[in-house]
């Protein structure tokens, strides 16, 4: 999955970001998307995950209907859909954590050669990221940005050195 990359920074940032906004490990947590290897993150530090089945959420957000959980998590998943709007505003969840890779000016947005699922539909801003969030009824709570920087040499690895790559939000429904 990772090709010889594992994402630690990226892991080590998300799962301190999770703890901080949900310090309760009695949490069930949704997990948008098929099982990965940051779900055991999750489960070691406490937190009971379930995740969805892989179904399209633009076409099948059934998962998020049911109250079967106390939080959505949904870490690099919203870049892949048409819509988020619509499973952010359709979900019956209270409390998100949801993370995203953003867009740099420097890189084209990303497409997977071989695999239709890993491509990006949306290369987010901030701004753009937070819009969806009040337009579909959510408020943000508490925001991070950080840098991802590989072990490369070139003009672009050293733009990643200082160039925030991954915005990190929580937040909660509005009543």
Do not use: C
């Amino acid at each position: 999955m990772y090709e010889n990359t594992f994402p630690s920074k990226r892991y080590k940032h998300t799962i301190q970001f999770l703890k901080e906004v949900v310090p309760d490990t009695n949490t069930t947590i949704l997990d948008l998307g098929v099982r990965n290897p940051f779900v055991d993150f999750m489960e070691r530090e406490g937190y009971t995950v379930k995740n969805t089945s892989g179904e399209d959420l633009d076409l099948d957000a059934t998962a998020l209907q049911k109250q079967e959980y106390d939080v959505i998590t949904a870490f690099e998943i919203f870049e892949h859909l048409l819509s988020p709007f619509h499973v952010l505003k359709d979900a019956k969840g209270s409390r998100i954590v949801a993370s995203i890779p953003l867009k740099l000016w420097f890189s084209p947005a990303y497409r997977s050669k071989t695999d239709p699922w890993d491509r990006h539909y949306h290369e987010f801003e901030d701004w753009q990221f937070d819009w969806i969030f009040e337009k579909a009824g959510w408020e943000i709570k508490k925001r991070q940005k950080f840098t991802n920087p590989v072990k490369k040499i070139g003009i672009r690895p050293l733009l990643r050195l200082f160039t925030p790559r991954y915005y990190l939000i929580y937040a909660e429904k509005k009543s």
